[in-house]
């Protein structure tokens, strides 16, 4: 899942280095959970034309956060769960291959993520069935000791 994090730092510089806040400092070395961005993601994580996606999001929490949209220039998405921590939809893959957007869009936050889509692997063949042999219109059986051939017209 790929995701971008925004955060507003405060920076002082001195004598052409940087100096960082003590309130920056301590929060660059610790992990922050991501609670002030909206996420999404896509299972899987590359597709073909003509699949069906899961598409998995939250807003960022906050009271009264509701979900606006969540789009795809891939194709149309369904949403079927619309709670903000945890939005769930579908997305049909409409066009070729290329790199298409997902994005989601809360009152209060918005994210996105790119959904690759590949061509479609190439049919396999069909498997031949044992025991019997064709060459153009003529069918050969080959039982043990007995050597014939029919063809028809």
Do not use: E
Not at 47 to 75: E, I, R
Not at 110 to 130: E, R
Request: charge should be positive; hydrophobic fraction near 35%.
């Amino acid at each position: 899942m790929r995701t971008t994090t925004l955060a507003a730092c405060s920076a002082v510089a001195l004598g052409g280095a940087l100096a960082l806040t003590p309130a920056v400092a301590s929060a660059s070395t610790a992990k922050a959970a991501p609670t002030g961005v909206a996420t999404v993601a896509v299972q899987p994580r590359t597709a073909h034309p003509g699949q069906t996606v899961t598409v998995l999001g939250s807003c960022a929490k906050s009271p009264g956060a509701t979900l606006k949209s969540l789009t795809s220039n891939a194709g149309n998405v369904k949403i079927t769960d619309r709670d903000p921590q945890h939005i769930r939809g579908t997305l049909r893959v409409g066009f070729g291959p290329s790199d298409y957007h997902v994005v989601l869009v809360c009152t209060n936050s918005q994210g996105g993520t790119l959904l690759p889509v590949t061509p479609a692997p190439a049919p396999k063949p069909a498997p031949q069935q044992p025991g019997h042999h064709h060459r153009g219109d003529c069918h050969f059986v080959f039982p043990y000791g007995v050597h014939s051939w029919h063809c028809s017209r």
